[in-house]
């Protein structure tokens, strides 16, 4: 998953917590060649089970059908951190 996209806090409907929603809409380029890689890597991540690594639960599509002119949109559903990464290493 590349690191840009829209990220969205969200409720997991089912236990309460706080979840991180990230949206990554793919582009004209991106449509057919890096579709089945992204999912393969939304599948690998959400095997991954390590203290330093968020963890994926769940990831959908949407918008997907060949015959609109949109392009489908991956979404994944990480846990919820509440500091942002790149300002801790800032401070450092």
Same mark, same amino acid.
């Given at each position: 998953?590349? $690191?840009?996209?829209? /990220?969205? =806090?969200? #409720?997991? $409907?089912?236990?309460? &917590? !706080?979840?991180?929603?990230?949206?990554?809409?793919?582009?004209?380029?991106?449509?057919?060649? *890096? +579709?089945?890689?992204?999912? !393969? &890597?939304?599948?690998? +991540?959400?095997?991954?089970?390590?203290?330093? /690594?968020?963890?994926?639960?769940? @990831? @959908?599509?949407?918008? @997907?059908?060949?015959?609109?002119?949109?392009?489908?949109? =991956?979404?994944? /559903?990480? &846990?919820?951190?509440?500091?942002? *990464? @790149? #300002? +801790? =290493?800032?401070?450092?």
């Amino acid at each position: 998953f590349r $690191s840009y996209g829209d /990220v969205y =806090l969200g #409720k997991d $409907s089912q236990t309460g &917590e !706080r979840v991180a929603i990230k949206r990554h809409k793919m582009k004209e380029q991106d449509k057919w060649g *890096l +579709l089945i890689p992204s999912l !393969r &890597e939304c599948q690998i +991540l959400q095997q991954l089970d390590h203290k330093n /690594v968020m963890k994926v639960k769940d @990831f @959908f599509m949407t918008n @997907f059908s060949p015959y609109r002119n949109d392009y489908p949109e =991956l979404y994944m /559903v990480m &846990e919820y951190v509440e500091y942002d *990464l @790149f #300002k +801790l =290493l800032k401070k450092k």
